[in-house]
């Protein structure tokens, strides 16, 4: 079954640092997303995707966040200068529709900002 | 505003026993559609059901199956035959016709216990 592959598994940063997390979503899904998870608990929309434009953000997604989908297959997600509470668990998912269709998770990375 | 709400932070099981995990949501679209997502520790998000808000049928899947009261707008999870590895964090998420964003609900942590 395609899967959503998420790189690297883990991520360490200095404070300030700037940091790319990659996605490659399941190719024949048209929609991508960025959801965030701090310790195990709530889990958080950023963005989504679609047409090579931001379809949707949240009020997280501020300035510090930047997506790309830089060729055919990969999609990031780039955090300039981290700050402490940047970290957490990030998930990115793909859909093959909005809304009707669930959404399919990568296993995340974790970003760890020291 | 949509929102979705898990009002029980954590639950317990016997193995082989039966357990039901709530969900309410709020809503003033027509077309919506609801998911459970499992989190067991390895944190990766997997779908276990799908239901369709037009749909009377409550949709199952093997031990996992849904009671579905759309005019209370609940969304519950009713395990079966529970077994050590559906212990996990248990994620109801809402979605609408043409959504860019899927909303999920603070989770369920659910122990199985032998």
């Known amino acids: 079954e395609p899967e959503v592959t998420q790189t690297p598994s883990h991520q360490v940063t200095q404070m300030g640092q700037e940091v790319i997390l990659r996605c490659v979503p399941i190719?024949?899904?048209?929609?991508f997303y960025w959801y965030r998870q701090i310790l195990g608990q709530k889990v958080e929309f950023l963005v989504s995707?679609?047409?090579?434009?931001?379809?949707?953000k949240s009020e997280i997604f501020d300035d510090q966040f930047s997506v790309e989908r830089p060729d055919g297959s990969n999609f990031t997600l780039k955090i300039r200068s981290t700050k402490l509470e940047d970290s957490a668990m990030y998930f990115c998912a793909s859909s093959v529709t909005r809304g009707s269709s669930p959404l399919h998770f990568g296993n995340g990375t974790r970003l760890t900002v020291t | 505003a949509q929102t979705v709400t898990q009002s029980q932070p954590e639950m317990s099981v016997q193995e082989a026993e039966t357990v039901t995990l709530s969900c309410t949501y709020d809503t003033s679209e027509s077309d919506y559609y609801l998911f459970w997502y499992k989190q067991p520790p390895s944190r990766q998000m997997i779908l276990v059901i799908r239901?369709?808000?037009?749909?009377?049928q409550n949709a199952t899947e093997n031990r996992f199956s849904v009671n579905f009261q759309k005019a209370a707008k609940s969304f519950s999870l009713k395990i079966s035959d529970s077994q050590l590895g559906d212990a996990a964090m248990y994620f109801c998420?809402?979605?609408?016709?043409?959504?860019?964003?899927?909303?999920f609900g603070t989770g369920t942590r659910l122990k199985v216990l032998a």
């Open positions: 239901q369709e808000a037009y749909k009377q």
């Open positions: 995707f679609y047409n090579n434009e931001i379809s949707e």
């Open positions: 190719s024949n899904h048209l929609y």
């Open positions: 998420a809402y979605s609408y016709s043409g959504t860019y964003k899927y909303i």
